[in-house]
């Protein structure tokens, strides 16, 4: 294959066959006049393993020279049968399943799950477990969007940054495993509850965490967001607008970014989300430096959702007490026949949760996460579909790329913020 | 408010609306497979009701309860303006029998759609792009149906003999001499 079209131009008499070799000319190309040079397109293709992908995705680009003239995007590359594993087991087995899915806020999944079984139980968790679970969620949110702002800038060339935002996160995720134990796959939520209480200076070091990471945000939105490269490089590149991002299904940071005012935490409340102060911040463009600045305001804006949740938690029960939905303590499981037999029923059958059918939705980091169960009565859920945000944004990529230069794939890939775990379930 | 959108749905298409319910707060509709583009369309388009997204599609298999028919297709419907949702749901008995395409009423319905076809082995009439999407060309099967056994094996997928020296024969010289 010749690469004509990254040549200089070339002299008239250039493409005169040199004594004894064929003509360098494409295919089907006749000589030209020198104005023009000969172009074939060039199949790229990026991918499924590639240094600036994070994440398993395959693109297969046709290409005009830098120009991208089709995008096909292939995912699944970390199918891992989520839904096939959750219908082998019972509702509360499955926490750590969803742990898995978007795998920088596995709180937000279990929050989701576990709103997603007690809607359909009919029941909902003590207040102090729904404070809880907002700290935790937006604790968890904050690890996303961190991830999203380190991988951005460090994709296009700026290293150093990015290691300020994740040292950050590592201090969110020592929260984290203070509460649940765990760094990274917390399982941590329960039906009806969560796991356990808060630690007592966990509100003193969380405060003192989210002093420092605001620290942390407001250096890198001032070492970063007016840099002329890296703006030159977001503004007004793949822009996409409501009514294509909406047609497509997108949510969460990407669709306000095209100025679609939306966020289930203000559009339909959930937990104690009407409680709280906080703002959404709208893009007006729907290009790459839309979507990034959103995150940037966002990671502000859950900062003050924690502090609030901070002020306006009490002390009470973290779990429901029913016996058909809660294990009974260790002391009862242990001394007493009567808890030994719920233990061992909980465990072994699970919660029998009603016959019928439930669409549960949150906010996850990357827009509306969603849950639609299907239960029978029995322990074991015959459906357990998770509606992945990100997959929808994917489905937009091919749209987005067409026309674009190939350097412009891996800012705009980032935007999306895919997440493997939760598009490929 | 929502209620609205299943009386609406009543009066408009009569005898494909199968059945509806609320429970738990989501209304649902039951349609004939038949009208699902025309309810679709009606509904996208009908501006006190303004379904502009479509948040979901998917497929539930109730094969262990016995239930006819078989498949159903699920569709959740959101509209931004309005704030309601709806959801949809069309009984599929036999999979090979397809169910219109939507993917031309919002985009995302095309990859959505080739996720249940993928996992379930339901086909979508007159979808652009009906192959597989999670899963490779070569698997065996639709894993999400019920008679799919979880811990089955699936066979160990080899590229045809000679199909790499082929594609490393059709290249140019400059390149073979690279490799």
């Known amino acids: ?425 | 408010m929502s209620l609205d959108v299943l009386k609406q749905l009543a009066e408009q298409f009569g005898r494909a609306l199968l059945r509806t319910h609320s429970e738990r707060g989501d209304d649902t509709a039951v349609i004939e497979a038949a009208a699902i583009r025309a309810v679709c369309l009606w509904l996208r388009d009908t501006p006190e009701l303004a379904f502009d997204m479509l948040t979901d599609l998917t497929a539930v298999d109730y094969l262990e309860q016995g239930r006819r028919p078989r498949f159903e297709v699920v569709y959740h419907l959101y509209s931004l303006p309005r704030r309601h949702r709806v959801r949809l749901k069309v009984g599929v008995d036999d999979p090979a029998a397809e169910v219109d395409t939507v993917s031309d009423l919002w985009r995302n319905g095309n990859w959505l759609e080739r996720e249940v076809w993928d996992l379930y082995g339901i086909k979508f009439r007159n979808h652009p792009d009906m192959r597989r999407i999670l899963l490779y060309e070569a698997f065996e099967g639709h894993p999400l149906r019920k008679d799919y056994v979880k811990d089955r094996r699936q066979p160990l997928v080899r590229r045809p003999a000679g199909e790499i020296a082929a594609a490393l024969g059709q290249r140019p010289a400059a390149r073979r001499s690279l490799i």
């Open chain 1, 1 to 425: 294959m010749r690469d004509a079209k990254f040549a200089r131009p070339l002299p008239p008499d250039a493409d005169a066959p040199l004594p004894g070799r064929p003509a360098l000319l494409g295919h089907g190309q006749q000589r030209n006049d020198g104005q023009e040079l000969p172009t074939e397109e060039m199949v790229l293709n990026m991918g499924p393993s590639h240094p600036a992908m994070h994440g398993t995705v395959h693109l297969r680009l046709v290409l005009d020279g830098e120009k991208i003239t089709s995008a096909g995007v292939s995912v699944g590359y970390l199918h891992r049968g989520f839904e096939k594993e959750c219908e082998a087991h019972t509702w509360a087995e499955n926490f750590p399943y969803t742990d898995r899915l978007n795998y920088v806020s596995p709180m937000l999944n279990n929050v989701g799950y576990a709103l997603a079984v007690e809607k359909l139980l009919g029941v909902s968790a003590p207040a102090r477990a729904q404070w809880i679970r907002m700290i935790v969620g937006e604790l968890a949110r904050l690890s996303d969007h961190l991830t999203y702002l380190g991988a951005q800038v460090m994709e296009l060339g700026a290293f150093t940054p990015y290691f300020y935002v994740i040292k950050a996160r590592e201090w969110v995720w020592d929260l984290l495993e203070l509460v649940s134990g765990a760094r990274l796959t917390h399982a941590y939520v329960r039906i009806g509850g969560v796991a356990a209480d808060l630690p007592p200076d966990f509100a003193a070091r969380t405060r003192e965490t989210l002093e420092r990471l605001s620290a942390v945000v407001e250096e890198f939105d001032r070492l970063i967001t007016r840099n002329r490269i890296f703006m030159d490089r977001m503004q007004g590149v793949a822009v996409i607008s409501a009514d294509d991002a909406i047609s497509h299904g997108w949510t969460g940071p990407c669709l306000r970014g095209s100025g679609v005012e939306y966020d289930v935490r203000k559009a339909h409340p959930y937990l104690f989300y009407d409680r709280v102060a906080f703002e959404i911040p709208i893009g007006a463009n729907g290009d790459n430096m839309d979507r990034y600045l959103i995150r940037i305001e966002e990671t502000r804006q859950s900062c003050a959702i924690i502090r609030q949740c901070l002020q306006q938690i009490e002390p009470g029960a973290i779990q429901l007490t029913d016996p058909r939905i809660s294990l009974p303590t260790k002391a009862q499981a242990y001394n007493t026949i009567e808890g030994l037999i719920n233990h061992f029923k909980l465990v072994v059958d699970g919660i029998e949760v009603p016959a019928g059918e439930v669409y549960s939705y949150t906010e996850a980091g990357n827009g509306e996460l969603g849950f639609y169960l299907v239960a029978d009565g029995s322990g074991r859920p015959v459906k357990c579909r998770c509606r992945p945000p990100c997959f929808m944004q994917m489905t937009a990529l091919g749209h987005l790329l067409r026309g674009l230069n190939i350097a412009d794939i891996i800012p705009t890939f980032d935007t999306l913020n895919m997440i493997g775990g939760e598009c490929d379930r």
